[in-house]
Every structure is written in structure tokens, then in C-alpha cells.
């Protein structure tokens, strides 16, 4: 079964670049397009993106600009990074793996980053 | 972008009972939808995609019916561990969530 680990920091200043990884195992990363989810305390899901290890991508429209994703197949993981945060990106954020038709059917346990000077 | 509506907000319901989730899409989405779980303090569990076909492990009293723009959950016979946030999403172009239902006990 696959089984995804987020790390990365909690704390993050306004403006600055957040950073998250994800490992992955129980699968070859190269096996499934892998995505972001993010969940605003107390509010519903909001997915970021997703990525194929061959370069494939499909970003949510609102954070296209801000955000990248990238795969490193030797670590079996994969990162997020945001930048120019606000405190409005101050979330949960899930990592997934992205379903045979981008549904996500295993998931993280997620990960807080506050966004705060 | 494709607007996920769902409904009610939230449901009070008993043990027991039959429930019918609802969700709308603004466009036709054809069959590209998928249900999750989200319990109190946990991470999104799936249990539908293909909007009617359960996912790995999950109990035979979720089903998940419709197509195009229209969309239901159906819990059989709610238990205890039922009652949580479920929320839809649709895959045809992107990803959208809708905003969720909670189940709470009545």
C-alpha cells in the first residue's frame, strides 16, 4: 500500500517561499502522477497541483503562478513550493497520490504551515 | 473553472437512518467524480470515484450514483463512524471540490 510522509517547515514569513516534501513509499514514485492539497483551518479542500514524473503538470489556475511542483525519482519523493506567501496560504496541505483519472486515493497525513512574521 | 455545489451545508441525522448526499456541477462532467470522508482532525479518506465505484475497503452501504451535472452519495444505514464531512470533486477538467456536507448526529 502506498503511504506518503509530508515534511517541511510549520512557520513561514509573509512574502517568503514555502517549501514542502513529500516521501513516498510502498510504490515507485514513477508509477502514479502525484498531487498538493490544501485545507484553510476550519474551511474546505483546495487542490494545488499535480505532477508525472516525466515533467506533465496541471496546476490549480488561482495559484499557477505562485506555485511549482518536482519529482526526485532516486529519493522517491516529491515538493511543493509557494511563493511570495500571504497569510491566506496558511493551511493544512495534504501531499496525495493522483488516481488512474485525478482522483486522489492515498493520502498523507498532512502537514500546518502558518504563515506569520 | 467547473463549480462544485453541494447539499444541504449540514445534515442532522440518527443512527441508523437512510442519507442522501447531494452534488451539483455547473458543466457536464460526465462520470469524472469522486467522493471523500473526512472524519474530525483526520486526512480526506476516498470512497467513490467513477461516481459509483467504491474505493478499496469502503463498506457496502456507501453506494454513488448519477452523471453529467447531477450526483449523490447514499449511506445505507448510518453508524457512529459515519458522521463526519463529505465532500465531492470533479476531475473532467482540473480539480474542483465542492464545499462539503457535514453529517452530524441528531
Known amino acids: 500500500q502506498v503511504q506518503l510522509q509530508e515534511s517541511g517547515p510549520g512557520l513561514v514569513k509573509p512574502s517568503e517561499t514555502l517549501s514542502l516534501t513529500c516521501i513516498v513509499s510502498?510504490?515507485?514514485?514513477?508509477?502514479?502522477?502525484w498531487g498538493w492539497i490544501r485545507q484553510p483551518p476550519g474551511r474546505g479542500l483546495e487542490w494545488i497541483g499535480y505532477?508525472?514524473?516525466?515533467?506533465?503538470?496541471n496546476f490549480n489556475p488561482s495559484l499557477k503562478s505562485r506555485v511549482t511542483i518536482s519529482i526526485d525519482t532516486a529519493k522517491n519523493q516529491f515538493s511543493l513550493t509557494v511563493n511570495s506567501v500571504t497569510a491566506a496560504d496558511t493551511a493544512v496541505y495534504y501531499c496525495?497520490?493522483?488516481?488512474?483519472?485525478?482522483?486522489?486515493?492515498?493520502w498523507g497525513q498532512g502537514t500546518l504551515v502558518t504563515v506569520s512574521s | 473553472e467547473i463549480v462544485m455545489t453541494q447539499s444541504p451545508a449540514t445534515l442532522s441525522v440518527s443512527p441508523g437512518e437512510r442519507v442522501t448526499l447531494s452534488c451539483r456541477a455547473s458543466?457536464?462532467?460526465?462520470?469524472?467524480l469522486a467522493w471523500y470522508q473526512q472524519k474530525s482532525g483526520q486526512t480526506p479518506r476516498l470512497l467513490i470515484y467513477?461516481?459509483?465505484t467504491r474505493a478499496t475497503g469502503i463498506p457496502a452501504r456507501f453506494s454513488g450514483s448519477g452523471s453529467g451535472t447531477e450526483f449523490t452519495l447514499t449511506i445505507s444505514s448510518l453508524q457512529s463512524e459515519d458522521f463526519a464531512v463529505y465532500y465531492c470533486?470533479?476531475?473532467?477538467?482540473?480539480?474542483?471540490f465542492g464545499q462539503g456536507t457535514r453529517l452530524e448526529i441528531k
Open positions: 505532477m508525472y514524473h516525466t515533467g506533465s503538470t
Open positions: 510502498g510504490s515507485p514514485i514513477t508509477s502514479y502522477y
Open positions: 470533486q470533479q476531475y473532467k477538467i482540473g480539480v474542483n
Open positions: 458543466q457536464s462532467i460526465i462520470s469524472n
Open positions: 467513477g461516481a459509483s
Open positions: 496525495a497520490s493522483v488516481g488512474a483519472n485525478y482522483y486522489f486515493d492515498y
